[in-house]
């Protein structure tokens, strides 16, 4: 009922819809445009093939996915706050963790079809290619990727609610992932430094795992190892997620700001 | 039904000067309150007085600092959600629904949010949308309806899964002196009175806390200061101003 209750939201503002297509498009076509300049053999990418605009693409559609789930939570609750109707749903006998994972649900919708539409547009219409990918790795990659950044999404949201603005991780991750993570530039082009702050964020094992299984078809076994370090930060970031969103909503019920923004 | 035992809550105000400490604002000191089954309660008092605070505490929404509260025997603070369960919640803010669904389909939100099984949400919604007269909006934005609308949805919303306490914060707040009369005589009559629901009406209209026709709680600096029924509106003036000035002429 929640997912129908933000797919009808989101209809009703149907001009949206074509400015997010506009969005896609206007994205996808800019970074094709950079990897023609740059032509096929980029030095730094021997490791994806060389092809720069397969590689950004990549970055670009999962990027995207990935911050959903850090921006779903804090965005929920924030919205809530604004339309003035957290309070009628915190009335509820629903735990406010399934409302806000509803909203998590529709926004995984929403967010695939753009991904849907960043490899449309990419491969049948530009020159992006994924010939040997390792389609069955994805959903495993998808849903360990997911699980880290919604307790990244949880902390953040406990943020909106604990102290109202100023939430540093969506600033941080933000940062880190569009930087450290990958998303435009390889990570292996760092400076040793930045290259271990690199290490740190989850992003980037997602995106390297994402395209060692996309464009290089790797297989299982040579995913493993980065497959381990992001389950062992899902099985850190989880629960310290849930816990703080907890602290920050009993926080907020106690200093009686629940609806303040 | 409502039972409220010496609560207190005090709110720390965060200071607009960083450096400085900030303020402690005392909302609710040792308010004692009980409303029964199928009782009307208006609860009366000034800005300020604690009203809409001891109104979210029993709804569950700020937690208090010290005292009991329990409704329907379902203690606020220890089960929160089985308290939720068996309360209606109805405000004055017609923000806490969603405009850009339509009435039906912020009926049918709520319903499934207070676990109503979906077989019986439908045929639910479709009669409080009749009860509350309300049918020939049911498929219109909720951004396009009147004060009046809104304030029906919100009731019926409230009382959409059938809860057996009704707490409503100020539910008049835009609605014109008409409009405010049906409302109360509403829930005087039908809500408390045939079906038997225990309400709490939060409100600074004297004359709509008479008009409830039940019992009339004043609260004053956080405390029920008050408890009975006054003859009338002006009996009812006279009590909170003399409690007001520090010199009432009635105690209960």
């Not at chain 1, 779903?72 to 919205?79: E, I, L, N, P, Q």
């Not at chain 2, 000191?29 to 979210?56: D, Q």
């Not at chain 2, 609308?149 to 609605?175: F, K, S």
């Amino acid at each position: 009922m929640l997912f129908r209750k933000d797919f009808l939201d989101q209809i009703s503002y149907r001009f949206s819809f074509f400015l997010e297509a506009g969005g896609i498009a206007f994205y996808t076509l800019t970074f094709y445009f950079i990897a023609e300049m740059f032509g096929g053999g980029v030095p730094n990418l021997e490791r994806y093939g060389g092809d720069y605009f397969s590689f950004v693409l990549v970055g670009l559609a999962f990027s995207s996915f990935l911050n959903i789930s850090l921006d779903t939570f804090s965005t929920a609750v924030r919205d809530e706050q604004m339309q003035g109707t957290l309070e009628a749903l915190l009335a509820t006998p629903t735990s406010p963790a399934a409302f806000f994972l509803a909203r998590l649900l529709w926004n995984f919708v929403h967010s695939g079809l753009h991904v849907i539409g960043y490899f449309i547009l990419g491969i049948v219409f530009l020159s992006a290619s994924y010939s040997r990918a390792n389609a069955s790795a994805v959903p495993l990659i998808v849903i360990l990727s997911l699980l880290a950044f919604n307790g990244l999404g949880m902390i953040s949201a406990g943020f909106i609610i604990a102290f109202k603005r100023g939430n540093p991780l969506n600033i941080l991750l933000g940062f880190a992932s569009a930087f450290l993570g990958g998303v435009y530039f390889p990570v292996e082009m760092f400076p040793e430094v930045l290259r271990k702050a690199a290490a740190l964020v989850p992003v980037t094992y997602s995106l390297r795992l994402m395209r060692d299984a996309c464009i290089n078809g790797a297989g299982f076994r040579e995913l493993a190892p980065d497959f381990i370090v992001l389950a062992a930060m899902c099985a850190v970031l989880v629960p310290c997620g849930a816990l703080f969103f907890n602290w920050a909503l009993r926080r907020a019920k106690r200093d009686g700001s629940l609806t303040h923004y | 039904m409502i039972f409220a035992d010496n609560l207190e809550k005090t709110y720390s105000v965060a200071p607009v000067n960083p450096f400085r400490r900030g303020a402690r604002i005392p909302a609710l000191a040792g308010a004692t309150l009980r409303v029964g089954e199928g009782e009307a309660v208006a609860l009366v008092g000034r800005n300020g007085a604690g009203k809409t605070t001891l109104l979210k505490i029993l709804s569950t929404l700020v937690l208090p600092d010290g005292g009991r509260a329990s409704v329907c025997g379902r203690d606020v603070a220890a089960s929160p959600r089985a308290a939720r369960a068996a309360l209606g919640l109805v405000t004055g803010d017609e923000r806490s629904l969603y405009w850009r669904l339509t009435g039906e389909q912020n009926l049918s939100l709520f319903g499934a949010l207070y676990n109503i099984p979906p077989r019986e949400l439908r045929p639910r919604v479709a009669r409080a949308l009749a009860d509350f007269g309300l049918e020939n909006h049911a498929a219109v934005p909720v951004r396009s309806y009147s004060s009046g609308l809104r304030q029906r949805l919100m009731l019926a919303r409230a009382l959409l899964h059938e809860p057996r306490v009704l707490l409503m914060d100020e539910p008049n707040r835009a609605a014109d002196p008409i409009l405010q009369g049906e409302f109360i005589a509403r829930v005087r009559d039908e809500i408390a009175g045939r079906m038997n629901r225990s309400v709490l009406l939060a409100t600074h209209n004297l004359e709509e806390a008479v008009s409830l026709g039940g019992d009339v709680a004043v609260i004053e600096k956080g405390r029920i200061v008050f408890f009975g029924r006054p003859a009338g509106v002006a009996e009812l003036r006279e009590l909170m101003a003399g409690f007001t000035s520090g010199n009432p002429n009635r105690r209960s």
